[in-house]
């Protein structure tokens, strides 16, 4: 596979951004698999957005010849009080979470935290040359990436949960840092303070965030309003409402389907067009939409931009959209609802509703 076919996977939808473009280039001109790393809390169950679009991303980089790694940050979960903060929880979680990263991103590795820590002196010895070369408030400036406001009562480890994210990058000696918009701000500061230490900086590769179904709103979690509005209004567990688990049946995803929050004509901030651009056609070529005949009839799209466009102009009702949505979000969840069917016990972890 040549290096533009391969720059090509790594820049498709759902990618957002390349930290830098430059840097990424270089690395498969030197590199024939580079090392990529993605983090994740052990929190609830998982959903589109952090199943299947942080996953049809990290296919895409295995297609490009990168060597992927899922990093299980059990240790980011007990200091963000994720499941309440009880270890026995957390650790049934990280089994829940290797069999499904494993089952829809097969070729990755998974390393849990734990074991990364584990009579690693040199990582807290590096942990401790990183803090030297920041000031609280640079810190306090990253709190973002845990879903806290800089305004609110912390204490004091999760403090060090930015340092420790980034002192991740260093000790699985990755290349690529990914993973959604919101943990932007600790890969610009690993990028900051790599350097001055003689480290490898990482390439920072971010994916957008898939919304929830419900009406935007903004939460005070960034200083930046566009930022922040696309960051509190994430698709989270914490509001099963505005969520399509993985383990939804498909009367379940219709249901919350029809809920949705999808104005019509309207595609800024949408939840609905945003499924469309980020999984539908990522996985499909086209996404087929059934109309009455009195509204035109049948009609199937062939690019994002042309469905974007037709809703725009309203030629394209929220009801139509939203059933041709969901029939096709249900073939895609279907083969891993189906796979965990037989595996009960590994959800005995969770409670709809822990983020």
Not at 97 to 107: D, K, M, N, R, V
Not at 134 to 145: E, K, M, W
Not at 290 to 309: A, C, H, M, Q, V
Request: glycine content about 6%.
């Amino acid at each position: 596979m040549d290096i533009e076919t391969r720059i090509g996977l790594m820049l498709k939808t759902p990618t957002e951004e390349v930290i830098t473009l430059e840097d990424l280039k270089a690395l498969f001109e030197t590199t024939t698999h580079p090392k990529h790393y993605i983090g994740l809390e052990l929190s609830g169950l998982l959903h589109l957005g952090s199943l299947i679009v942080s996953g049809l991303k990290i296919n895409d980089f295995l297609k490009a010849g990168v060597k992927c790694t899922i990093f299980l940050a059990d240790w980011h979960s007990y200091i963000n009080n994720k499941l309440g903060g009880d270890w026995e929880r957390i650790k049934k979680a990280s089994k829940y979470y290797s069999e499904a990263f494993l089952y829809f991103c097969p070729g990755c590795e998974i390393i849990l935290g734990s074991d990364l820590y584990r009579g690693n002196d040199e990582y807290w010895m590096n942990l401790i040359r990183f803090s030297k070369q920041i000031t609280l408030a640079r810190n306090v400036r990253c709190l973002t990436i845990m879903g806290r406001s800089e305004k609110e009562k912390l204490d004091f480890a999760q403090y060090i949960y930015p340092i420790m994210q980034s002192v991740d990058i260093k000790a699985l000696n990755v290349d690529i840092a990914h993973s959604g918009m919101d943990q932007r701000k600790v890969h610009v500061l690993a990028r900051e303070v790599f350097p001055k230490l003689g480290w490898k900086p990482p390439i920072a590769i971010h994916h957008s965030l898939l919304p929830g179904l419900a009406e935007p709103v903004s939460m005070g979690l960034d200083e930046d309003a566009k930022s922040d509005l696309i960051i509190s209004s994430k698709m989270s567990k914490s509001k099963p409402w505005t969520c399509i688990f993985i383990h939804d049946s498909k009367d379940e995803i219709k249901r919350k389907l029809r809920k949705a929050w999808c104005p019509e004509g309207i595609v800024e901030n949408n939840p609905i067009l945003e499924i469309a651009r980020s999984i539908i056609f990522h996985e499909r070529e086209s996404l087929h939409i059934d109309r009455s005949s009195k509204y035109g009839g049948p009609i199937t799209f062939y690019s994002y931009n042309e469905l974007e466009k037709a809703y725009k102009n309203k030629e394209i009702h929220p009801a139509d959209l939203k059933e041709a949505i969901s029939e096709e979000i249900d073939k895609i969840i279907a083969p891993i609802r189906n796979y965990f069917e037989n595996k009960k016990e590994l959800l005995e972890a969770f409670q709809i509703g822990d983020d």
